[in-house]
């Protein structure tokens, strides 16, 4: 796996949504979530939205390479009010994908576990024997010639799981530099993966809200 350097998109951040107790941005592809352990990567999407928020404080990640709805909390309350509507699954997420290779069917689940691969780390593997459950549940959107435009469902949390799983069942998400060859990697300048859709509960009320980005492909 080629080790890239870090070059993160400097535009301005889209802010979804700012009260009391939320912050929501679309995270753009290509940023970190939070510092790195070097030097050069220190910017990130944490360091950018407490310049603008002082009181920002991290709830969640996205993968560097992947985009779209993420949500900080601005007060420790509401940083543990969503802290277990993660741990307990509660939030809907929902993930528009490109995936190599023609999908057959419509729908469809993925129910295989993930394990960190040590030798290679960051990147995950399918254990059987010792993995962690995780779940994807997915649906086709479209198709083309040569490749499948799919919304991802996670029921499951685990690092890299809907690359991992893309690609067990036979379709990585195109620009995949962990997981892709070099087909895959070179049909898309980005990896083509949007977390669309975020619902959750308020917490100030427990009213559902919904957060939406507009898939960039």
Known sequence: ???????????????????????????????????????EHADCLETRMRNIYPDTLLVHRLDMDTSGVMVFARNKSAQRHLGLQFEKRQMQKTYHAIVAGIVRDDTGLVD??????WPNRPLQKVDLETGKPAQTEWRVRSRSHNSTYVELYPKTGRSHQLRVHMLAIGHPIL???FYGDSDVISRM????????????????????CEFIAKSPF
């Open 1 to 39: 796996m080629e080790k890239l350097h870090y070059q993160p998109p400097s535009a301005p951040l889209t802010i979804l949504h700012a009260d009391a107790d939320l912050l929501v941005v679309d995270k753009p592809s290509g940023l970190l979530s939070v510092p790195g352990k070097a030097a």
């Open 175 to 177: 620009g995949d530099r």
């Open 189 to 208: 300048d980005r990896l083509a993966l949007h977390a669309s859709m975020l619902r959750l509960r308020h917490p100030t009320g427990g009213a559902w």
């Open 112 to 117: 295989l576990p993930l394990i960190v691969d």
